[in-house]
Each structure stands twice: as C-alpha cells, then as structure tokens.
Antibody, heavy 119, light 110 residues
Framework: QLQLQESGPGLVRPSETLSLTCTVS??????????WGWVRQPPGTGLEWIGS???????FYNPSLKSRVTISVDTSKNQFSLKVRSVTAADTTVYYC???????????WGQGTLVTVSS | QSVLTQPPSVSAAPGQRVTISCSGS????????VSWYQQLPGTAPELLIY???KRPSGIPDRFSGSKSGTSGTLGITGLQTGDEADYYC???????????FGAGTKVTVL
C-alpha cells in the first residue's frame, strides 16, 4: 500500500529557507506515469499547488511560487523534497506531498505537516 | 481568488442528494479532466473522482462526477453524517500552466 510521509522543521525563521522531505513507501518513486507533487493549505483556507516532479528530475512549478521554490528527487532514498526560499508569514501553512498521477490528479496524499514561519 | 468557482456551502438532510458545481473556462475544465477531493476535518484531502467521472478503488458509488463544457459537478447520494467535509475540485489550467483547485465547498448534513 502506497504511503507518503512529510518530514522537516515545524518552525522556520522569516527570510530563511523552508525544507521538507517526502518519503515514499509501498512503491518505487521511479514508477513511470507518476509525478510527485507538493500542495499547501493555509489554516482554514483552500488548497494551492506548489509544484511537481517526474522521477527523472523534470520539475514544473506554480508560476506564482516559481521564483522561490525548488523540488528535487532522490530515487536512491525513494524521496522527493521541497525548498521554499525567503519565507514570510504567508508561507505558514500545512504542506502536503502527494502522488500526481499523469500530472492530472493527486491520488495519494501524505498526512501533511504544519510549518510556521516566525522569529 | 480561484479560477474555479465552487459554492461556499451546500446542505441537505441525511439520505438526500447534494450536488456541488465547479465552474471554470476553456483554459481549464473545458479542455482538461476534472478531479474531486474530500477533506474531512483535520485530515488530508482524499481523491474521490478523477478523469471527470471515475472513482478510485474503495470510493462508494454514492459519489459521482460529471462534466459538461466548462463545468464539473460532484454528486453525493444517500447523504450521511460522515460526509460532512470540505470538497474541492481541481484541474490543469493551460493558460496559467498550473494545477488549480476550487476554493472548496463545505457540505453540512442537517
């Protein structure tokens, strides 16, 4: 059974870089036809797609965040990662990793991790 | 403000049927598949419908999806208290080059 688990610091200082990792179990991240993505959700509001990556390492990003975001994949560890640079309080949200099937829908989600940006 | 428009809330009594609309444009729903997600309180979203009307394994057939032109619709029949949740539509937007979600619809069982 496919499972995804986010990990990383729950508190990041303003202007620093937020770094999260998603560990995939139950399937190889190198499986064809699947992308792997990040979605975030500010408390009490809706979902925002951050970006996705194919196992070969071809990422694509939400244009609204592209200048500050990097997504990478480590097939040897069956993980993919998210970095958000120059964070502000507006980046305080729950971050989810998910399998992005055919870049068309998210069929399996991690439980989510809350990241707070505060000094 | 999302490019996909959903009603903020819908409600019905147990056993009744509700529908949730997701209105978009030719750059998103009009030329791409719609998916629907259920988010129970305090949990991660779960895929309910993909490719407009397909249900993943384990999703009851009380949940259905359809698409017509630039709008998608999620239907829930035999409404149960356990269906109280936020529901989001999603699709790719070719103009924005981004995957977009609706703002979400809160379903309340009266």
């Amino acid at each position: 059974q496919l499972q995804l688990q986010e990990s990383g610091p729950g508190l990041v200082r303003p202007s620093e870089t937020l770094s999260l990792t998603c560990t995939v179990s139950g399937d190889s991240i190198s499986t064809t036809s699947y992308y792997w993505g990040w979605v975030r959700q500010p408390p009490g509001t809706g979902l925002e797609w951050i970006g996705s990556i194919f196992y070969s390492g071809s990422p694509f990003y939400n244009p609204s965040l592209k200048s500050r975001v990097t997504i990478s994949v480590d097939t040897s560890k069956n993980q993919f990662s998210l970095k958000v640079r120059s964070v502000t309080a507006a980046d305080t949200t729950v971050y989810y990793c998910a399998r992005h099937r055919n870049a068309g829908w998210f069929d399996t989600w991690g439980q989510g991790t809350l990241v707070t940006v505060s000094s | 403000q999302s490019v996909l428009t959903q009603p903020p809330s819908v409600s019905a009594a147990p056993g009744q049927r509700v529908t949730i609309s997701c209105s978009g444009s030719s750059s998103n729903i009009g030329n791409n598949y719609v998916s629907w997600y259920q988010q129970l309180p305090g949990t991660a979203p779960e895929l309910l419908i993909y490719e407009n009307n397909k249900r993943p394994s384990g999703i009851p057939d009380r949940f259905s999806g359809s698409k017509s032109g630039t709008s998608g619709t999620l239907g829930i029949t035999g409404l149960q208290t356990g269906d109280e949740a936020d529901y989001y539509c999603g699709t790719w937007d070719s103009s924005l080059s981004a995957y977009v979600f609706g703002a979400g619809t809160k379903v309340t069982v009266l």
